[in-house]
């Protein structure tokens, strides 16, 4: 059974800090499901599905000939994803607890696998390439948006408790047996399992002062900021400095921020 040990949690704030980001990205994932060929009557996997953001838009495109296969550890996501699927009656959205880092999934014949974000904390990878290879139709296709460079994070010029928030962020998915730039070794390992690895692009952000891409960040530093408090790497003073650069570069015109590197995955089943 899934042990619920996501080191992001599932409160208010978090979850909120998850609907938005999902707005801002939700163009990017568009876009890469349609090179992988999305259509009406699709079987669609969603791992790590978080409360359904994606899963309920792969519903839609599927339609009622379709089916989503939505799969999440945490009990708080899953009730939620549910819950929107039973509101927007879209029956053929199935929301199941499931632990992608140690339990198997039986189900076969599916067209597409969608992984975003999921695979960056999975302390080892083989129960979810095992899943790929066995829950994809021949030819199935895998796309994910996971981080390939996570040390682009930064507030430039002035930012360096940013960058000090960075480096804490990054050793504390390592410390929770994550891997922050997971998407370096992704493709080779679906490679070394048969799959055709299709395209590869990388997705950089860049954000000017108060525009959505640079709120996604302070929000993030702001939220995790406090995760890192707790955990003791990151002090309530380093804090305070961050919030002074955040609060500088919002009146510098030539502040920007970066955020950390997606690589957009594009993979197919071995036929
Ligand atoms: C950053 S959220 C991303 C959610 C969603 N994929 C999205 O893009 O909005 C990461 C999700 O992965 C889930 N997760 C982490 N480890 C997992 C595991 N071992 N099995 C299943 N889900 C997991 C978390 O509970 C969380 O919902």
């Given amino acids: 059974m899934a042990a619920d040990t996501y080191i992001l949690g599932t409160d208010a704030q978090e979850r909120e800090r998850l609907r938005r980001q999902?707005?801002?990205?939700?163009?990017?994932?568009r876009s890469a499901w349609h090179r992988a060929g999305l259509r009406d009557g699709w079987r669609v996997l969603d791992l790590g599905a978080g409360a359904g953001d994606c899963s309920l838009e792969l519903a839609r495109v599927v339609g009622p000939r379709g089916r989503v296969l939505a799969l999440e550890?945490?009990?708080?996501?899953?009730?939620?994803?549910?819950?929107?699927?039973?509101?927007?009656?879209?029956?053929?959205?199935?929301?199941?607890?499931?632990?992608?880092a140690s339990d198997s999934l039986a189900p076969t014949g599916f067209d597409l696998a969608w992984c975003r974000w999921l695979?960056?904390?999975?302390?080892?990878?083989?129960?979810?390439?095992?899943?790929?290879?066995?829950?994809?139709?021949?030819?199935?296709?895998?796309?994910?948006?996971?981080?390939?460079?996570?040390?682009t994070f930064a507030l430039h010029p002035h930012?360096?408790?940013?960058?000090?928030?960075?480096?804490?962020?990054?050793?504390s998915f390592r410390?929770?047996?994550?891997d922050p730039n997971v998407n370096r070794r992704l493709p080779a390992l679906l490679a070394e399992r048969g799959f055709c690895i299709d395209g590869l692009?990388?997705?950089?952000?860049?954000g000017r002062a108060g525009d959505p891409w640079a709120q996604w960040l302070e929000r993030f530093v702001r939220i995790y900021g406090r995760e890192l408090i707790r955990q003791g790497r990151w002090s309530e003073?380093?804090?305070?400095?961050?919030e002074a650069e955040m609060s500088a570069a919002r009146s510098a015109p030539g502040s920007y921020w970066v955020g950390p590197t997606v690589l957009e995955v594009q993979a197919s089943a071995p036929a």
């Fill in 22 to 29: 999902h707005e801002l990205w939700l163009p990017s994932a």
């Fill in 73 to 100: 550890q945490s009990p708080a996501y899953v009730e939620e994803a549910r819950a929107a699927a039973g509101g927007e009656q879209l029956p053929w959205l199935e929301v199941r607890r499931h632990d992608l």
């Fill in 119 to 151: 695979a960056m904390f999975l302390p080892v990878l083989d129960p979810l390439l095992d899943l790929l290879s066995r829950s994809l139709r021949p030819g199935g296709r895998f796309v994910a948006h996971e981080y390939v460079h996570w040390e």
């Fill in 159 to 171: 930012g360096d408790a940013i960058g000090r928030f960075a480096e804490a962020a990054m050793a």
């Fill in 175 to 178: 410390a929770a047996g994550g």
């Fill in 201 to 206: 692009q990388p997705l950089p952000v860049l």
């Fill in 237 to 242: 003073e380093q804090a305070a400095r961050a």
